[in-house]
């Protein structure tokens, strides 16, 4: 489709995972029928540790937050130990996560959540890390000319070094230089991207940010940061407007450094 010439100030190339680095199909289709699937086994089976109750604690945190969305299920807390009633609070915690997952909720509790549940997933195999083939080359080539390569996610850190630490390419961590997720704000607010540079001691002109999604576009050029929209198979499509404002790319490969 296109050929994008990165401008010769970015040092840092941002990627997104969902739709960019990965197939939207491999995490509609795969990781989140894993969770949907294992959810309320997995709450009964480790509902007594410590990091279940702090996912737990945090899901009930944001529930009160949702609680003026139409459709928004509460997480009471556990008024006693009969079984009926921790039976009663898993399976208000089942369904907020079913309601989150229906909207495609990008909030920080369920993120958590899915990134300890899909420990086992990797771990046995059961799941590996789809990343498209152009991915690797080309990240090794920006490495291999000095740019650092960072990842910023909705997906917990934990869930991003899990794919790319099992993924169809093998373990593949050690070409990244660090993970972002939405600890440090959300991927449509400009604000992150702001502290994002700050954090890899940048200026958010030196990021080139790749990224499916316009509204994230919008608030990484808004912070002053590159961006190029990736069009990959099972995409959302864009307007004629996002198609012509933006630099599209189907493929990593498309990229050009100034001295390539
Ligand atoms: C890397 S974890 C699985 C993906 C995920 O849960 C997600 O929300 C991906 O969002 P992205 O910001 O990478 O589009
Ligand atoms: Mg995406």
Request: some cysteine.
């Amino acid at each position: 489709m296109g050929v994008y010439s990165v401008p010769a100030e970015v040092s840092v190339i941002l990627l997104d995972i969902e739709g960019t680095t990965t197939p939207i199909a491999f995490v509609k289709d795969i990781l989140f029928p894993y969770i949907k699937d294992r959810v309320k086994e997995y709450l009964r089976a480790h509902w007594e540790e410590e990091e279940c109750q702090q996912d737990v604690s945090l899901l009930r945190k944001q529930a009160l937050a949702d609680s003026n969305l139409e459709g928004a299920v509460p997480i009471p807390l556990e008024t006693g130990t009969r079984e009926e009633e921790l039976e009663r609070v898993i399976q208000a915690v089942v369904d907020n996560v079913y309601w989150q997952m229906s909207l495609d909720r990008k909030t920080t509790a369920l993120k958590q959540l899915q990134g300890h549940m899909w420990r086992a997933a990797y771990a046995t195999g059961q799941v590996t890390g789809e990343v498209f083939e152009d991915v690797v080359p080309a990240v090794r080539k920006w490495r291999a000319a000095g740019l650092k390569v960072y990842i910023y996610s909705s997906g917990s850190v934990e869930a991003q070094k899990l794919l790319f630490g099992h993924s169809t390419e093998g373990d593949i961590l050690e070409l990244i230089d660090g993970h972002f997720d939405t600890q440090i704000g959300h991927k449509v607010e400009s604000e992150s991207y702001r502290r994002i540079a700050t954090s890899i001691g940048c200026s958010p002109s030196n990021i080139l940010f790749l990224t499916d999604v316009a509204r994230e576009a919008v608030a990484a050029e808004e912070a002053d940061v590159h961006v190029a929209v990736v069009v990959r198979p099972g995409n959302a499509g864009l307007t004629d407007d996002e198609k012509s404002y933006y630099s599209l790319i189907t493929s990593f490969s498309e990229l050009f450094l100034p001295s390539s």
